[in-house]
């Protein structure tokens, strides 16, 4: 293992601490301690198979619980550069995006600036035509991502097929139609209920939950 994987693992590690660590300050204020010692005991055996392997979701979740933990303080420039950069660590950071902005109005044009530069910033270092080479390549696997139909536990239609029985494609599009209409709905009705820390604490169990069921394996 190289000084980077080992620096790429800690960093990921540090960072996720350190936003499990900035919710918990503003429910348990004094206690800090003793609650980030309970909550460190079930979130980050959840990530070792991340951290063992050098994952790039490891460093996605802790992009997107620091996105979250920004949204009570109205720190809405952080929260929209974290969330573009949870998007160019891992597309599956477009969950948490496309949330967001349902709620969180003064999040819209922000990340739309920080998305703008997010594309722009790889043109500075490399060839114009290799970037958007790049580009296309990542459109054409989420093209392939959307028809996967591989056999895999993280996906309702692999589900299905563990029962012999096979999704058609019309149906598998509405399936997945609905869920998301499922997913916004409870995002929203959580919101108008929810306020402040507890609203973005929402936010982030409905983004993690989707994340890992829609991720590919």
Same mark, same amino acid.
């Given at each position: 293992?190289?000084?980077?994987?080992?620096?790429?693992?800690?960093?990921?590690?540090?960072?996720?601490?350190?936003?499990?660590?900035?919710?918990?300050?503003?429910?348990?204020?004094?206690?800090?301690?003793?609650?980030?010692?309970?909550?460190?005991?079930?979130?980050?055996?959840?990530?070792?198979?991340?951290?063992? /392997?050098?994952?790039? /979701?490891?460093?996605?979740?802790?992009?997107?619980?620091?996105?979250?933990?920004?949204?009570? &303080?109205?720190?809405?420039?952080?929260?929209?550069?974290?969330?573009?950069?949870?998007?160019?660590?891992?597309?599956?950071?477009?969950?948490?995006?496309?949330?967001?902005?349902?709620?969180?109005?003064?999040?819209?044009?922000?990340?739309?600036?920080?998305?703008?530069?997010?594309?722009?910033?790889?043109?500075?270092?490399?060839?114009?035509?290799?970037?958007?080479?790049?580009? &296309?390549?990542?459109?054409? /696997?989420?093209?392939?991502?959307?028809?996967?139909?591989?056999?895999?536990?993280?996906?309702?239609?692999?589900?299905?097929?563990?029962?012999?029985?096979?999704?058609?494609?019309?149906?598998?599009?509405?399936?997945?139609?609905?869920?998301?209409?499922?997913?916004?709905?409870?995002?929203?009705?959580?919101?108008? &209920?929810?306020?402040?820390?507890?609203?973005?604490?929402?936010?982030?169990?409905?983004?993690?939950?989707?994340?890992?069921?829609?991720?590919?394996?």
């Amino acid at each position: 293992m190289t000084p980077g994987d080992i620096l790429w693992r800690f960093c990921g590690t540090i960072l996720l601490a350190a936003g499990v660590w900035r919710f918990l300050r503003e429910l348990f204020g004094a206690d800090i301690a003793r609650a980030f010692l309970y909550a460190s005991l079930f979130t980050m055996p959840l990530c070792l198979d991340s951290l063992r /392997n050098g994952q790039a /979701n490891m460093m996605l979740t802790a992009l997107i619980v620091h996105a979250a933990a920004c949204l009570p &303080r109205r720190q809405w420039w952080s929260a929209a550069v974290l969330m573009a950069l949870a998007l160019g660590t891992k597309p599956l950071g477009v969950v948490l995006l496309l949330l967001s902005v349902v709620v969180y109005a003064p999040l819209r044009w922000r990340l739309v600036s920080a998305l703008a530069v997010l594309a722009l910033l790889p043109f500075l270092f490399m060839p114009a035509d290799y970037v958007l080479a790049q580009y &296309r390549a990542f459109l054409a /696997n989420m093209q392939v991502c959307a028809s996967e139909a591989e056999h895999r536990f993280a996906d309702i239609g692999g589900v299905i097929r563990t029962f012999g029985w096979e999704l058609p494609t019309g149906i598998s599009k509405l399936v997945r139609v609905a869920a998301g209409g499922l997913t916004l709905g409870l995002w929203m009705m959580g919101a108008r &209920r929810l306020r402040g820390t507890f609203r973005a604490m929402w936010l982030l169990a409905i983004t993690t939950g989707l994340t890992d069921v829609v991720q590919p394996s």
